[in-house]
């Protein structure tokens, strides 16, 4: 099992940029795809970014954050990034990481798909 654990949110004025961190204790970390999801007050999670376990080397962008927010993965140090640039008041939000089991490059896009979740961390973005 992996247990996600986000940190690096906060609040920032419109513009900004902000790295969030997920770290996961697994010694199998590298075997997981990952996934950024978040959650606006009163709306639905959504599915931001996704990335391969070690089997495969994709990522995949919802349309929203594409080429503004950055996934990237560092399996040394079981940890997951998310780089966000230009940040904007409706990027304000509680974000999660979340994680499952894949043996194939794989990006897994629907919330469903994952069986692993951090508790989030709030992001707040000032106008």
């Known amino acids: 099992q992996v247990q996600p654990v986000e940190s690096g949110g906060g609040l920032v004025q419109a513009g900004a940029s902000l790295r969030l961190s997920c770290a996961a204790s697994?010694?199998?970390?590298?075997?997981?795809?990952m996934g950024w999801f978040r959650q606006a007050p009163g709306k639905e999670r959504e599915f931001l970014v996704g990335?391969?376990?070690?089997?495969?080397?994709?990522?995949y962008y919802a349309d929203s954050v594409k080429g503004r927010f950055t996934i990237s993965r560092d399996n040394a140090k079981n940890t997951l990034y998310l780089q966000m640039n230009r940040l904007k008041p409706e990027d304000t939000a509680v974000y999660y990481c979340?994680?499952?089991?894949?043996?194939?490059?794989?990006?897994?896009?629907?919330?469903?798909?994952?069986?692993?979740w951090g508790q989030g961390t709030q992001v707040t973005v000032s106008s």
């Open positions: 697994a010694r199998t970390f590298s075997r997981y795809a």
């Open positions: 990335i391969s376990s070690s089997y495969g080397a994709s990522t």
């Open positions: 979340a994680a499952r089991l894949v043996f194939s490059g794989y990006v897994p896009a629907a919330k469903d798909e994952y069986n692993y």
